[in-house]
């Protein structure tokens, strides 16, 4: 599109939005702060951050952005580990102050304002005994991670966010504001069951909830590194074979000592009875450092990766999936994992499978259902200085397993690698995606996320 990047606006023409939130140029206080997103690494300097209060601010961001054919980011939560909701001399439409959120326990349903970060909206349903799948964060926006699928402890039970997902109300690329369901609008709606955000601007979901907790069963165990290739067998065993009831993940750790580790943490979504009998050979594996069972609150469950991944320091990772751990892919891991250039990188094991793999890949935009765990290099740092070591080790370890993985890769987890990953982030629904995004946004004006290019 000719002249997307535009660099400024005339102030009288961004004051006229008239917007019911704020608005906040370059040079107006607080715009350092409101340019930053989670991932420290990302320094990005847009012309203009509409922070909305309602879909009518959206809309009208929007048309303006529309008029003066500016490039557009769109933020919830900010956790995009490229940093693909803001950008350099545009426009960044911000929704994290829409937090309205209504559950409805006899029906269970909850619908939600797009601005929620998953610890938000966890509490809002846990306060009615209620749930749904979300991921392993609290500050994780639920906008982004819904849009491209959603993984989460209680994915391999309920299936996916994204599965999830009964309606949405979405602003288009023409400024309409659109109720889509598998009633209204099916084919976009079939879209934004993990689409990403090419089609539109969610600023609601509605959801359907489960009865969950209010406390889980928890098995966790870590394993010395001489011992973590046993461990990482059992694991890969253990979790394959596995009933819906039970997500594992597990991670190789360093603690501030610069002792590694092979952390296992598995929760049952049942009872307390059936998950001790199905955890406890977990908790009795081998000879760990620390293992135990307990009854869990599941809010507590949820925050826990919390202290592990604050705003503002550095990342990068890269992800894959892998339908096993096989056993040179575990020698290549451990080999490279122990190059690690800090203590606080990671490569984590993201259980999926289960209920995730029985929906039929037509049914929703997202199409990687046969995998059993999403792998990824989490490289973690604070000094400049380190971001090629770090990214060069994340690369590293990623080349270790990919002759091991599927060949694929969650749209969720993927950074700036290009328009063959993105391919394969979309597998074999990516004609039917380029076909949609013909339709709802053929001038590509949703172009700032893992992009399906209209084609004509
Ligand atoms: C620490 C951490 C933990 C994570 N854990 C999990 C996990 O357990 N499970 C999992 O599945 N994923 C997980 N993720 C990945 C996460 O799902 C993605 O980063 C997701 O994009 C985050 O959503 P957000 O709203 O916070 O992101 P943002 O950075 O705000 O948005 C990301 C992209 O989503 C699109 N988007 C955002 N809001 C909207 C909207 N309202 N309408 C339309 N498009 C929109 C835009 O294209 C934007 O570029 C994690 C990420 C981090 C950083």
Redesign the pocket.
Known sequence: MAGMGTTSFPLPAARALRLHGDLILPGEAGYDDARK???GAIDKRPAMIAFCADPQDVMRVVEFARSHNALV?????????AG??VCDGGIVID?SRMKRVEVDPTRRLVRAE?GL?LGEFDRATQACGLATTM???S???????T??????KLGRKFGL?CDNLVAADVVTAEGRLLKVSAAEHPDLFWGLSGG???F????AFEYRLHPVGPELLVASALHRYDDAREAMRFYDEFARHAPDEVSADAALVTLPSGDRFFSISACFVGSHRDGERVLSPLARLGSPVEAGLAAVPYLQIQAN?DSL?PRGRR?YWKAQFLHEIASPAIDALLDAYARAPNTSSLLVF?HVGGAIARVPISDAAYAHRSASFDCFPIAIWDDPADDEANTAWARELWNAASPYSTGAV?A??LGDEGEGRVRDAYGENYARLIALKNKYDPTNF?R??QNIRPMP
């Open positions: 997103v989670w991932n980011a769109v933020r919830s939560g900010g956790h995009n580990v693909l909701s929704l797009a970060n991921g392993v964060n500050d994780t926006g639920i906008a982004g991670l849009l491209g699928g959603g993984f989460g966010t990403g955000g090419n539109g601007i969610v600023t990766g991944f990342y993201q969650y969720n987890n949703f700032l996320n």
